[in-house]
């Protein structure tokens, strides 16, 4: 617990001290005062409080007196910064915050800490303060914010405490962000950390298997829940949820053979479900689903009847009720229960279809069209262009409907108002039952209620009621043969996925005609999971279920499944499924014992997202009211007033009643605008939150390696002295000598910002005529010089008379038909842009989904395409002529709406051609480069590894069609790239310079990617509006293409073409600092570095002279850095009592990285005993260790350096005064 910067009992003692000065100060007090000062017992118990203990404290029954000690703490210090005038100690506000946090006091915790902030400027090395920070934060779902702080506390202390409930919320918040590789890896790394965390492992457990169902792995999924279940003393409300999972998602998704049968699964697993919690209104209804789809109806209803009674009556199983009934040709009842669900929840966009699909049904187009507009204004309609066309089409065609229908007419609104609430028909029923047993109150209430109901008959028979038996037949044949202009399973399938996002960064006003794309819909259901898995006993139980799950497409029978409404059906439908699976993942905490889950309002922030109308309230109030308490706070008014900035915010604890209360009224109040509230209220509150807490921007640096002077490369000998006595209590990394550098930054967007002209640069592009302008030495230097993001050299293969036919595809077909290739799926797009694949909006993200083939198999598929685009061609030619003017109208209808659908295509990418054997003509024919370019060579940094990255330092082959796209990147460890077009067709390249990547990075967790892992392709009018320099330019057949250091760029294909790269590292200050730079940043958000930086630069020092005093330096201080940790670490460990033992290494044994967090391991590795005795060596880092075996009695440590040699080569590696021409020499030394 010691890790932390902040001494804490110290910030305790100086409030002691501040006291005693001010006392002496002003000699006078009041007895007030004397109440307000800590007791000597009451500062020690408090010394050791902060954030670290968040969740692990009780604050209710035996907790109380905790509770009052913090109380009184917050009152106490909050007087003295009164008193003080805010002239405080920095230390004092972190610890206010750590108070209140602990408190549950979120929105003073956060004033507190940003105070803290703001007057330290190196609060980064406080890991408990970030801790905090992040979890007020992660309250709040500002998960951008809450990631941020908590990957810094892993970068400055990857030892810190509480790793595994960052590893937790890391995982969960990235869920909700689609960003599920991030979310997965993070889940593992609390798994196997054996420390305490809020969540028992079973629970993490039911996330990873939830979150392969999310991902629409259902056969991973099914196997972890299933091996789930065979967990011994499973609590029982996650076996419950489990087997709800299962059950449903065996209802929804093809696992298991046909229908009948997975339809018995599903039952079999949810009547366990209910066996374990016979409670559990989900459950009940989704039972009542499966029956449904199975014709029992008397079952069904049975389940619906008890999900309604088990839990708060919810708009979705109201809204089945309706679809069975329709199907009993019951249409009032179904009339009934639609309007039911559509009172619970005004905006159940799939209620008011299905609604309306009633009402056409029975002829009454006034009344369909009313219901199709309250779909299409509610938030969660996102078929509104198909409901537009609909109600188009019915306001045209009603002339002839008005006959049938003046007979029935009765205005929606009316029985909308006449109706009952379900609650009110449910008390009614209750009232009735008990009727003889009735206070007078009741009895009145019965009266009321009755009369109510009796109206609502009439007004039922009178009115709709006879419009809707009427026109019963005619909803068989009659006129509604059009009527599948959208089939409700896609309906739904958008409605569910755009109910009430409360993604923080979301745009919650979407335009009324866009269908969300598939990343919102991503995220909702994660969102929902996630929440559900956080504490899903308050939610179940207490509120209403959700409002974000859709209702079965059952009515989409009727409707036919003609739909065109959406381009895939078949995809949306399992969206729908999974959407709705999702929304029930809820394992509880409630019961366990050890566990604070239950009343840990912070964990439910994540509920949010499930909870709709919560945050018309509590949340959002707050979030709102975080910045006025801590923006208006100038010096002055802080100090004058503390405790009034600091409770300005609503200190009102999210409750459950609050989030039915809300909902109710949100009922009447269809424009009430609650979710533009919300999501303004959220927006502000990221945007405020980026004024007051500029983590990122304002402290934007590269300090991983500082620039310094060549003084502060002091021998080995006397570094390690000073070292020596160090690290004496425990393995700490903090060091003296070596200050710690603060969490790497992107940088910030270069200032001035360029002027609108100069924002598309020419290529710089150099035009080769022989082989001597190839091998000119300038080149070379052109090329790497950092003021050129990319270099075109034009004409190469035929100035070198390269032999590109080598890598054409009918030769690789020849030379290795066999060989592997991964595909990638994408969609065709127009030109530069790139659209969500129903073509409604432009997107950063890019379908590109892998799977694998041979070079035969794609050659073939290259070469139809080929042919298919002929025939098109001519097909196109003959048609043009016969319908010009056709073409015309229809493409200026398309220019403004509707993409897609978009055609698919398949990208040959990353194929593997490092094998000399396989391969020989092929690499032979490219050792003809110039050095520079070549993939081996002596000034290549690539080169010094000693071990092959594939695809960095060897050759990587790419075969496509037009528009195969690489999407948005910067290449591994930001090394160089060369690429070489072999034809027959162009590639067309978009190229961003280094300092702007922090631009892309934004844009990228704007549109929740992850910029180093998702697939992006950036709108280039965003990168318009963001003066964001792009470099555009068409590489021909034979031109090479250099990709500078760091240089952001994407690609498509013109036409058909393969393409040869591979990555090249010059020996110069930029390449080597960048790569270090990309090395921490990627450490900093968990991805594996593909370039081992440390052992590079041992290999660095040993084989290469340096004449460059800049690159010499950073080399030098990173081998001072590394040399010091395996030093103290050593001596730790020897102190420690724990045996290193000798290991060496063989010549090109590759580096080493942790088997579980994938970071660098070098010289002493933590590898199982197991392994060690099997010689398969698993490695582990040293913290990884210590997660699953604290006293590292699971590890040995194997030594692969000796200290003396290291030593050696530190030494001896020093600056050479000769000034070379070029690298190349430099290197060849
Ligand atoms: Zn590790």
């Given at each position: 617990m010691n890790s932390c910067g902040v001494s804490l009992s110290a910030a305790t003692v100086a409030l002691g001290d501040e006291a005693k000065k001010m006392a002496a100060g002003k000699a006078s007090r009041d007895s007030e005062e004397e109440s307000l000062s800590l007791t000597v017992e009451e500062r020690e118990a408090l010394g050791g409080m902060d954030s670290r203990l968040f969740g692990f404290?009780?604050?209710?029954?035996?907790?109380a007196r905790m509770k009052t000690l913090l109380g009184k703490a917050v009152r106490c210090y909050e007087s003295l910064i009164l008193k003080a005038e805010g002239k405080v100690d920095s230390d004092f506000f972190c610890q206010l915050g750590h108070f209140n946090l602990l408190l549950e006091d979120y929105s003073k915790a956060l004033s507190a800490y940003q105070r803290y902030y703001s007057l330290q400027s190196d609060y980064w090395k406080n890991a408990a303060f970030l801790y905090g920070l992040g979890l007020v934060y992660f309250y709040y779902n500002a998960f951008h914010w809450a990631i941020k702080a908590f990957q810094d506390v892993l970068y400055v202390d990857p030892s810190f405490c509480r790793a595994k409930e960052i590893h937790l919320r890391l995982g969960l918040m990235f869920k909700v962000n689609t960003d599920y590789k991030s979310s997965l890896k993070h889940f593992q790394l609390a798994l196997i950390d054996c420390n305490p965390c809020t969540l028992s492992s079973a629970e993490i457990q039911f996330h990873i298997a939830h979150l392969y169902e999310t991902q629409r792995k259902y056969h991973s999924a099914k196997e972890a829940y299933e091996q789930l279940l065979q967990t011994e003393n499973l609590p029982a409300q996650v076996k419950a949820t489990v087997l709800q999972q299962l059950g449903w998602m065996h209802h929804n998704m093809d696992i298991v053979g046909d229908k009948a049968s997975k339809e018995s699964y599903a039952i079999q697993y949810l009547q366990k479900s209910l066996e374990a919690d016979p409670n559990s209104g989900q459950s009940w209804y989704f039972l009542g689903r499966c029956y449904s789809s199975i014709g029992k109806v008397q079952d069904a209803f049975i389940s619906y009847r008890q999900s309604i009674d088990k839990s708060e009556a919810s708009a979705d199983t109201w809204c089945s009720i309706g679809v069975l009934y329709q199907q009993q040709n019951q249409p009032m009842d179904a009339l009934q229960a639609y309007i039911c669900a559509v009172q619970l929840d005004h905006g159940h966009a799939a209620a008011w279809m299905d609604l309306g699909t009633l009402y056409e049904s029975c002829n009454q187009p006034q009344d369909a069209i009313k219901c199709y507009l309250n779909a299409t204004r509610s938030k969660r309609c996102s078929n509104t262009s198909t409901l537009a066309a609909r109600i188009k089409f019915l306001q045209n065609g009603s002339d002839n409907w008005n006959v049938v229908q003046s007979l029935s007419h009765h205005p929606v609104q009316q029985v909308y108002s006449l109706c009952l609430t379900p609650q009110k028909l449910q008390h009614l029923e209750q009232l009735r039952a008990n009727r003889d047993n009735l206070s007078p109150a009741q009895k009145r209430q019965l009266e009321q209620l009755e009369s109510q109901f009796v109206l609502m008959q009439q007004v039922r028979h009178k009115g709709v009621a006879q419009g809707l038996h009427k026109s019963q037949s005619s909803c068989v044949s009659g006129p509604n043969e059009e009527q599948p202009v959208f089939s409700t399973e896609s309906a739904q399938y958008q409605q569910a996925t755009s109910?009430?996002?409360?993604?923080?960064?979301?745009?919650?006003?979407?335009?009324?005609n866009s269908v969300p794309q598939r990343n919102a819909d991503s995220h909702l259901s994660s969102h929902i999971a996630t929440s559900g898995g956080q504490q899903g006993i308050i939610f179940t139980k207490e509120s209403k279920p959700s409002k974000n799950r859709s209702l079965v497409p059952e009515t989409s029978r009727h409707t036919g499944d003609t739909s065109n409404g959406c381009a895939d059906v078949k995809g949306l439908s399992n969206h729908v499924h999974q959407l709705i699976a999702d929304a029930v993942s809820s394992p509880n905490h409630?019961?366990?014992?050890?566990?604070?889950?239950?009343?840990n309002p912070q964990l439910s922030a994540l509920l949010i997202g499930k909870a709709n109308d919560n945050v018309g309230t509590g949340t959002c109030d707050k979030v709102n009211n975080i910045h006025p308490a801590v923006h208006t706070k100038t010096d002055h008014s802080v100090a004058s007033s503390p405790s009034s900035a600091i409770s300005t915010a609503t200190p009102s604890p999210k409750s459950t009643e609050q989030a039915s209360i809300n909902s109710v009224t949100s009922l009447n109040s269809p424009h009430s605008g609650i979710h533009t509230v919300n999501g303004e209220g959220l927006e502000n509150s990221q945007n405020s939150t980026k004024v007051d807490l500029p983590l990122v921007s304002h402290r934007s640096t590269s300090q991983i390696i500082p620039s310094m002077s060549v003084s502060i490369c002091p021998s080995s000998t006397e570094v390690l002295k000073a070292f020596r006595n160090l690290g004496k209590n425990g393995l700490s990394n903090s060091c003296v000598l070596l200050d710690k550098c603060p969490p790497p930054r992107p940088p910030t967007s270069p200032y001035p910002p360029l002027p609108k002209d100069k924002l598309n640069p020419p290529t710089p592009s150099i035009y080769l005529e022989n082989k001597r302008d190839a091998f000119f030495p300038p080149l070379h230097q052109f090329c790497t010089n950092p003021k050129n993001p990319v270099t075109v050299i034009r004409g190469l293969a035929g100035a070198l008379k390269l032999d590109l036919g080598l890598f054409s595809t009918k030769t690789l077909v020849e030379a290795n038909n066999e060989h592997m290739v991964e595909v990638r799926t994408q969609l065709l797009q127009p030109a530069d842009e790139n659209w969500d694949p129903t073509g409604t909006k432009k997107i950063w993200h890019c379908e590109s989904n892998r799977s694998h083939t041979t070079i035969a198999k794609y050659a073939q598929y290259q070469a139809s395409s080929f042919q298919e685009s002929l025939r098109e061609e001519n097909e196109k030619r003959t048609q043009h002529k016969d319908h010009s003017d056709n073409e015309s109208t229809s493409s200026e209808n398309s220019g403004r709406r509707r993409k897609g659908p978009f055609k698919t295509i398949k990208f040959g990418t990353n194929i593997d051609l490092s094998d000399n054997k396989k391969w020989k003509l092929q690499l032979h024919e490219l050792t003809?480069?110039?050095?520079?370019?070549?993939?081996?060579?002596?000034?290549?940094?690539?080169?010094?590894?000693?071990h092959t990255i594939l695809g960095m330092n060897t050759v990587q082959l790419y075969m496509k069609v037009p528009g195969s796209r690489t999407p948005g990147h910067q290449e591994n460890n930001n090394f160089c790239s060369v690429n070489i077009n072999i034809g027959p067709g162009d590639c067309e390249w978009f190229v961003v310079p280094e300092d702007y990547w922090g631009v892309l990075n934004d844009f990228c967790e704007k549109n929740n990617l992850n910029f180093l892992m998702s697939s992006w392709w950036p709108n280039l009018e965003d990168l318009y509006e963001a003066n964001v320099p792009v470099y555009r330019f068409i590489q021909r057949p034979g031109d090479l293409v250099w990709i500078n250091a760091g240089t952001v760029h994407w690609v498509q294909a013109v036409g058909w073409c393969n393409n040869i790269a591979w990555n090249v590292g010059p020996l110069t200050a930029c390449q080597y600092k960048l790569a270090v730079e990309r090395y921490e940043w990627n450490k900093l958000k968990s991805v594996k570095s593909p370039v081992p930086m440390v052992h590079l630069s041992w290999n660095m020092a040993r084989n290469i002279k340096v004449s460059d005093p800049k690159l010499f330096e950073m080399i030098k201080y990173c081998l001072l850095k590394i040399l010091k940790q395996c030093q103290t670490l050593r001596e730790a460990l020897v102190a420690a009592g724990k045996e290193v033992i000798w290991h060496g290494r063989t010549n090109d044994e590759p580096a080493h990285y942790c088997s579980i967090c994938e970071v660098e391991v070098f010289n002493l590795l933590f590898v199982t005993n197991e392994s060690n005795t099997q010689k398969t060596y698993i490695v582990h880092c040293q913290d990884c260790a210590r997660k699953t075996s604290r006293s590292l009695e699971n590890f040995v440590v194997l030594e692969q350096y000796k200290m003396e040699d290291l030593i050696q080569v530190y030494d001896q590696f020093t600056l050479t005064s000769f000034f070379p021409d070029t690298a190349e020499e430099i290197g060849s030394c």
């Open positions: 404290v009780r604050l209710h029954e035996d907790g109910t009430g996002i409360k993604k923080p960064n979301e745009h919650l006003t979407l335009p009324s409630g019961d366990s014992p050890n566990l604070l889950i239950g009343d003809k480069l110039p050095a520079f370019v070549r993939v081996v060579s002596a000034g290549n940094l690539l080169s010094h590894v000693g």
